[in-house]
């Protein structure tokens, strides 16, 4: 789900000014999937930009908000949302715990990261949603802490119908800032990408495992 569709193209903006989303329809990426992808999403980057990781924090801290109440806990997904999950956090003046893909191995073999009590409503903050796959592991795992998980919140998403199918399955309500419908919208309008691009582009949306440029 979106929330503001101007929201979610000036952040689509943002993410390309500054490179953290990439297009390239002709010289495809290669996934570690496998699948080759003609767009490639490192939202790590924004943290490098002051401007636009202030704006990031202010409008998932605002979706937080509108969508769920105030929590008594974010939760970042590690690693890629510790630092956005943070300043989430800090904006809301709320605790933070961040979960890692499986638990440690050695010491106290934590896979929860922080303080969280039994019954704390939480919000999850994730960075990029592909296929929902790690994403929904970390809300496993703070199911097993039994705190209440009051949805997901993100920055961007490829829209996969299979993301969708693995929230709805696991019966977690997501919303993100921006997805890919508003990121190549975006990009035709700033004339970053052809209109021939865009056809290949949404071609890729439609079967991104069978996808050739």
Not at 11 to 21: G, N, R, S, V
Not at 121 to 142: P, R, Y
Request: proline content about 4%; overall charge positive.
């Amino acid at each position: 789900m979106i929330l503001n569709k101007d929201t979610a193209k000036k952040t689509a903006e943002l993410l390309l000014q500054i490179k953290a989303i990439k297009l390239s329809p002709t010289e495809p990426f290669n996934w570690a999937s496998g699948w080759k992808s003609p767009i490639y999403c490192d939202n790590r980057i924004t943290l490098s930009f002051p401007a636009v990781r202030n704006f990031l924090k202010t409008e998932l801290a605002k979706i937080v908000e509108e969508k769920h109440g105030k929590p008594d806990v974010i939760a970042g997904v590690a690693t890629g949302a510790i630092a956005i999950g943070v300043l989430v956090a800090q904006e809301l003046g709320v605790p933070f715990v961040y979960v890692r893909p499986e638990a440690k191995k050695h010491g106290r073999k934590n896979q929860i990261e922080g303080h969280i009590e039994k019954g704390q409503n939480v919000v999850v903050i994730e960075d990029l949603i592909s296929t929902g796959k790690s994403s929904l592991q970390a809300v496993k795992a703070l199911k097993k802490a039994k705190v209440t998980i009051k949805g997901m919140v993100a920055i961007f998403t490829y829209g996969f119908d299979i993301a969708s199918s693995n929230f709805e399955k696991d019966n977690i309500e997501l919303t993100t800032i921006s997805n890919y419908k508003h990121l190549i919208e975006q990009a035709l309008d700033s004339q970053y990408i052809s209109e021939k691009e865009l056809t290949s582009l949404q071609e890729w949306r439609t079967n991104p495992s069978k996808w050739t440029p």
